[in-house]
């Protein structure tokens, strides 16, 4: 098999603009030939051919069987010589697809980014353990991206060929940095905000999993203390109406700035004091990362992703889900610390250099590499020459 073609497959073609055109550039560099296939009709650089596939979230709907076979017959027309699928939907359907084009020397790789299944999740999550399992054996490389899926499928998954732990997708620590004072009271003045507010950000999709209704409660349950305090949400979704009116409940509506879908949160995190999450679930969250780089202290809710990031007391802290008066007792302790804040912001900012994306490129450029070696006659050297 000597045809140049990757495939990109995931749920939502949006996973791909948010996450991953680094890679699909660098595929293109390499000489290869990029096509991407997801449900929505956005329109992604670095892709030489999209395809629109009817995956849905849900794994009871019929569409998910037409985009099986969509997806199968795309697969045996191209002869792609990689696959490389993310999302669990994307994930389950593309490694069946394949399952014909792989005996002929196709590589096949899947990025977990979270397992559904996990300790303390729900018993319906774990419907997807068995689905993985069986599929780890049409997977030439597992990628996890935080170490607690790593070392549960290195002891449970290990019909998949190869397992590697990467850093999440990388976050661009040229976009998102700290800002000097001056500049940071020039932008907040630009987004009508003055010196004296301490401004809170949440940014997150508003969805059962990312949990709103935690942070609005702990708000209200600490506004008499937070007498300057505006919590920032940034994003949209099913539940925003229920959490605006949640607010307007709580009477905290007149201090919640509900911002909506942004393009501009490189813009946005460094005028802020701190970031926060209350999220049930994560693998490894890029809001906490990009606030990270941004110098920003963290308040966050116990999952296995934040752990990845967070070191309590030393850049931020984490509490229970059901905690809601502690986060609120924390929120109080970092708007009255500005010393407290700095040591977190210190911190955060020497803990996340490891998942720049200049560093998380190098390890999926390896992992690309020995693949697209694998399955040609080209010598190490020609290809490490192209890359370099």
Not at 39 to 64: A, D, H, V, W
Request: hydrophobic share 40%; charged share 25%; aromatic share 12%.
């Amino acid at each position: 098999m000597n045809n140049k073609k990757v495939l990109f497959c995931a749920t939502v073609d949006y996973h791909f603009k948010a996450f991953h055109l680094p890679y699909l550039k660098w595929f293109q560099d390499q000489g290869w030939e990029v096509h991407v296939a997801a449900e929505g009709s956005m329109s992604l650089p670095y892709t030489n051919k999209k395809f629109s596939i009817p995956i849905q979230r849900s794994p009871f709907r019929l569409s998910n069987f037409r985009a099986c076979k969509q997806l199968k017959d795309i697969i045996e027309q191209e002869q792609y010589r990689i696959i490389h699928c993310h999302t669990p939907l994307g994930g389950v359907l593309s490694r069946i697809a394949a399952k014909g084009i792989r005996k002929s020397g196709a590589k096949v790789l899947y990025t977990a980014h979270g397992f559904h299944f996990f300790k303390g999740a729900p018993l319906v999550n774990w419907l997807y353990y068995p689905i993985e399992r069986i599929l780890s054996s049409q997977t030439d490389c597992l990628i996890t991206i935080n170490q607690e899926d790593y070392e549960f499928a290195s002891k449970h998954l290990t019909q998949a060929r190869t397992l590697k732990h990467v850093r999440g997708v990388g976050v661009n620590m040229k976009k998102y940095r700290p800002l000097d004072e001056k500049e940071k009271w020039l932008r907040r003045s630009h987004f009508h905000y003055t010196e004296d507010q301490f401004l809170m950000i949440y940014v997150a999709e508003f969805n059962r999993n990312k949990n709103h209704q935690f942070l609005i409660q702990a708000f209200a349950h600490a506004k008499d203390e937070l007498s300057g305090a505006r919590l920032l949400f940034a994003g949209e979704g099913p539940l925003l109406e229920k959490c605006i009116k949640l607010a307007e409940q709580l009477k905290v509506k007149d201090r919640i700035d509900f911002l909506g879908f942004r393009n501009d949160i490189d813009q946005l995190l460094p005028i802020c004091d701190i970031a926060l999450s209350a999220s049930l679930r994560e693998g490894l969250p890029v809001n906490i990362l990009e606030a990270m780089a941004c110098g920003l202290p963290i308040i966050a809710t116990n999952n296995r992703g934040h752990r990845e990031l967070i070191t309590a007391n030393q850049n931020g802290f984490l509490i229970g889900v059901s905690q809601v008066k502690l986060f609120a007792k924390k929120l109080i302790t970092l708007y009255g610390s500005v010393e407290l804040r700095e040591r977190f912001s210190e911190h955060s900012l020497e803990f996340v250099q490891p998942f720049s994306l200049e560093h998380v490129r190098r390890e999926m450029d390896e992992v690309y590499l020995h693949f697209m070696m694998e399955d040609t006659h080209a010598t190490e050297n020609q290809y490490y020459r192209a890359y370099l």
